[in-house]
């Protein structure tokens, strides 16, 4: 049986590296950094999120579609409308992580 510090010395398998960088591929666009932002606050209609980023229907619809394809945001159609929310909760944390890091980064200036 191994012990808990021999376990957290090796290495994740490939997969888990390159599904990680698929996230942070992900959110590496400031809109869809928004999107994430607001949805951690509560599910949105595409309506909604058309309107707080400022750009057309089609370019937050692909925003979006990279969001799910990453597993960030799950959607769910009602009528007309197609409202998103998150799909882990755990993406919340990356936002305070941001923040430690522009703290960091404003204390070394």
Do not use: W
């Not at 996230?23 to 400031?30: C, E, S």
């Amino acid at each position: 049986m191994q012990t808990r510090a021999a376990r957290s010395t090796e290495l994740r398998p490939a997969n888990e590296y390159r599904d990680g960088a698929g996230v942070f591929k992900a959110l590496g666009h400031p809109s869809r950094l928004l999107i994430v932002d607001v949805l951690t606050r509560g599910e949105r209609c595409v309506a909604d999120l058309t309107e707080l980023i400022g750009c057309d229907t089609s370019t937050v619809s692909s925003h979006l579609s990279v969001l799910r394809n990453a597993g960030i945001v799950t959607d769910e159609r009602r009528g007309q409308q197609v409202f998103y929310r998150i799909a882990a909760p755990c993406i919340k944390k990356v936002f305070g992580c941001l923040e430690e890091l522009h703290a960091a980064r404003e204390k070394n200036r």
